[in-house]
């Protein structure tokens, strides 16, 4: 099977270093283990080597935790994916990790056609089956069913409600939409931030920021790639993650009733800057 139009970029590694390749599983776990399982959840800044003061406070879009997406809203000129862009960011705001797996696209990948560095588990597979989910760093994972169930469990349903930071509160912020590629290889990505942390621990949560890239086949578009990590992590390979990630000029959405949370109730969000073209 072709590579789908959305996984022939790696539209992280503009400044993407060369880490050690780990695992989905691995890597999940040491995100559980910042959430939860250890208390050493380092300050914006403090893990690239700088400042631990936290950046500035960030203009977002649309923030809201009632399914207020509509697909008029959407900054892109295709109807079809915004009512599926909709759809998702709608599933996002209402923490429902079904409706995300059921909008997401299982692939069946031949090997002999993936680039190695950017799929891994292609060292030791012949063929690459289920969903592809990517980190901070570029690096993408095709995994099952069950372990991609159990990854949107995470990153969709364990917001920490008591969490916050110099961007709001934890409930998910959809910030826009980041175009990439253009004509049949164009997709879409979704970018949100929210803050994450284990419900079985009383440790501190912290933010995420991600993004989930939606990819068209035979008409239909779908989620064809996850990408997640800490904020903190972002900044290790991104100068600015917010205006940068994915391939910048995020656009956000339009419309969708906004739901401050309480560093934000002295002022409406904005909108990101757009950074450039892809």
């Known amino acids: 099977m072709?590579?789908?139009?959305?996984?022939?970029?790696?539209?992280?590694?503009?400044?993407?270093?060369?880490?050690?390749?780990?695992?989905?599983?691995?890597?999940?776990?040491?995100?559980?283990?910042?959430?939860?399982?250890?208390?050493?959840?380092?300050?914006?800044?403090?893990?690239?080597?700088?400042?631990?003061?936290?950046?500035?406070?960030?203009?977002?879009?649309?923030?809201?935790?009632?399914?207020?997406?509509?697909?008029?809203?959407?900054?892109?000129?295709?109807?079809?994916?915004?009512?599926?862009?909709?759809?998702?960011?709608?599933?996002?705001?209402?923490?429902?990790?079904?409706?995300?797996?059921?909008?997401?696209?299982?692939?069946?990948?031949?090997?002999?056609?993936?680039?190695?560095?950017?799929?891994?588990?292609?060292?030791?597979?012949g063929t690459l089956k289920g969903y592809v989910v990517g980190d901070y760093r570029g690096y993408l994972i095709v995994t099952g069913p069950v372990d991609y169930r159990r990854t949107l469990g995470f990153y969709v349903e364990a917001v920490d409600d008591e969490y916050s930071d110099e961007f709001g509160g934890a409930q998910m912020q959809i910030l826009g939409v980041s175009?990439?590629?253009?004509?049949?290889?164009?997709?879409?990505?979704?970018?949100?931030?929210?803050?994450?942390?284990?419900?079985?621990?009383?440790?501190?949560?912290?933010?995420?920021?991600?993004?989930?890239?939606?990819?068209?086949?035979?008409?239909s578009w779908a989620i064809g790639a996850t990408y997640f990590g800490l904020y903190t992590d972002w900044q290790l390979v991104l100068d600015d993650p917010l205006t940068q990630i994915a391939c910048g000029d995020i656009q956000p959405w339009v419309g969708a009733a906004p739901n401050l949370n309480p560093a934000q109730s002295e002022s409406q969000p904005t909108p990101i800057p757009a950074t450039g073209t892809t």
């Open 2 to 125: 072709r590579l789908e139009p959305g996984l022939r970029r790696r539209p992280y590694l503009r400044a993407v270093r060369r880490p050690i390749l780990v695992p989905l599983v691995a890597l999940l776990t040491v995100v559980l283990a910042a959430c939860g399982y250890q208390p050493e959840i380092e300050p914006p800044g403090a893990a690239a080597g700088g400042s631990s003061a936290p950046p500035p406070v960030a203009a977002t879009g649309p923030v809201s935790t009632t399914p207020t997406f509509a697909a008029d809203g959407c900054p892109v000129d295709e109807p079809a994916f915004c009512e599926q862009a909709a759809s998702l960011a709608n599933a996002l705001v209402l923490s429902d990790a079904d409706a995300v797996f059921d909008l997401s696209r299982r692939v069946s990948m031949n090997c002999a056609d993936l680039e190695r560095d950017v799929f891994p588990q292609c060292e030791d597979k």
């Open 179 to 219: 175009t990439c590629g253009k004509g049949a290889d164009t997709s879409y990505h979704l970018v949100y931030l929210v803050g994450l942390g284990d419900p079985t621990s009383t440790l501190p949560g912290a933010r995420f920021l991600g993004t989930y890239e939606l990819t068209q086949e035979h008409g």
